[in-house]
Structures are given as structure tokens and as C-alpha cells.
């Protein structure tokens, strides 16, 4: 139980164009999901915590007007990366909360040309 | 001061050997700890769960969480080459927002 899926696993853009990335708990509902990033060898920061039906919080530092943010179902949250550029080029993680614990999607590796 | 500290290791072990891995830290307010698996290029994996202080075991995974001294620490007994991997701890809490350690990388060689 408790799986996250991700779509795509990894994508290639060019510069100035969004890509929406998608979250879905498969297995159980997700009131609450939230949004990382990770640079290589670094651990993950949190960009935001996306809530079923309301508007996503965001951390201090994320731009919440470029990466939007949406979570309209209790499975399902998109991250849209508007205007990429090649520093928006990252490794994007999300997770999904069941009880108290925090489950992984498998990433989506985002490369910017 | 990190929140939570992490050595990032390379932490290398020979097969068979146990590895020992552990976090410090600074918020006293934290109740929920957690390990992660993570192997390169994947999302990480939860290893273990732990709400306050005490032991649990999992298999050939022990985790520790001592709170009076903000030290939390994870076993790994009869080590596998595939358990290279990084490991990071996380910790909340109010069981929601998680703060990470900066992960440990774990080579287990055969």
C-alpha cells in the first residue's frame, strides 16, 4: 500500500516553455501532498505543500507565480513549471500524507535547454 | 546550525557488517522521526517510523530515537550490497511538514 506515482519520470524543454508534472496517490486519498526539489548530492527542500480544494503554501524563496500548483482531487496534485529556464533544472519529488507518514513519488527529473 | 545534522559520509562498510547511521537535532518540538531510503536518481523510501522516544525493529533494521538528547540513530544488521544507498533522516512535528537531515551516503561493499 501507500504508493505515489509520478508522470513523466523525466522530461527535456526548451527555455521558456512549461511543464506540468504530475503526482497520484494510487492506493489512498491525499488530503495533503507536498512539492520538493534536490540538486544533485544535496537532500530535498521543500518548495510547497499542496492542500486538496485550496491554495498551495509556499516556502519562503519559491516563486509561487512560476511553479503553480494545483490539487483538485484527492489523488491527484500537478506541479506546472511556467517559463523554464535551464536553472529550473532539477530533480522534482513529490509525496503524499497517509496517517502521520509521508510516502515518495519516484521523481521527475526536469532538464531546461 | 541545521536544524537537523547529518553526516553525509561516505559511510563504507564490508558485507555482513552492521551500519550504524544517526541524527542530531536542535528542535525540541519534534515527535515524528523517519528514515529514507533513497538510491540515486529515485524517491525516497521509508525504511522506518518512530513517533517519541524508544526502539523499533524491522527486520534487519533497528531504529533509536533518544530524546533527551535529540539523537535519533538507525541500524542496518547483515549489510547488502544493495543497501547502498543514501540515507536521510526526517523528522516533524506535528506529523505533517518534514525537516531533513542532509543524508548519508552508505556503500556496502562485497
Known amino acids: 500500500g501507500a504508493v505515489v506515482s509520478q508522470h513523466p519520470s523525466w522530461v527535456i524543454c526548451k527555455s521558456g516553455t512549461s511543464v506540468k508534472i504530475e503526482c497520484r496517490s494510487l492506493d489512498f486519498q491525499a488530503t495533503t501532498m507536498f512539492w520538493y526539489r534536490q540538486f544533485p548530492k544535496q537532500s530535498l527542500m521543500l518548495m510547497a505543500t499542496?492542500?486538496?480544494?485550496?491554495?498551495?503554501?509556499?516556502e519562503q524563496g519559491v516563486e509561487k507565480d512560476k511553479f503553480l500548483i494545483n490539487h483538485a482531487s484527492l489523488t491527484l496534485s500537478t506541479l506546472t513549471v511556467t517559463s523554464a529556464h535551464p536553472e529550473d533544472s532539477s530533480f522534482y519529488i513529490c509525496s503524499a500524507m497517509e496517517a502521520d507518514t509521508q510516502y515518495f513519488g519516484p521523481g521527475t527529473r526536469l532538464t531546461v535547454l | 546550525q541545521k536544524e537537523v545534522e547529518q553526516d553525509p559520509g561516505p559511510l563504507s562498510v564490508p558485507e555482513g557488517a552492521i551500519v550504524s547511521l544517526n541524527c542530531t537535532y536542535s528542535n525540541s518540538a519534534f515527535q515524528y522521526f523517519m528514515w529514507y531510503r533513497q538510491y540515486s536518481r529515485k524517491g525516497p523510501e521509508l525504511l522506518m517510523y518512530?513517533?517519541?522516544?524508544g526502539n523499533k525493529e524491522d527486520g534487519r533494521f533497528t531504529a533509536q530515537v533518544d530524546k533527551s538528547s535529540k539523537y535519533i540513530s538507525l541500524f542496518i544488521r547483515d549489510s547488502q550490497p544493495s543497501d547502498s544507498a543514501t540515507y536521510l533522516c526526517?523528522?516533524?512535528?506535528?506529523?505533517?511538514?518534514?525537516?531533513f537531515g542532509g543524508g548519508t551516503r552508505v556503500l556496502v561493499k562485497p
Open positions: 518512530t513517533y517519541s522516544s
Open positions: 526526517a523528522m516533524s512535528a506535528a506529523g505533517n511538514k518534514l525537516t
Open positions: 499542496s492542500n486538496e480544494g485550496s491554495k498551495a503554501t509556499y
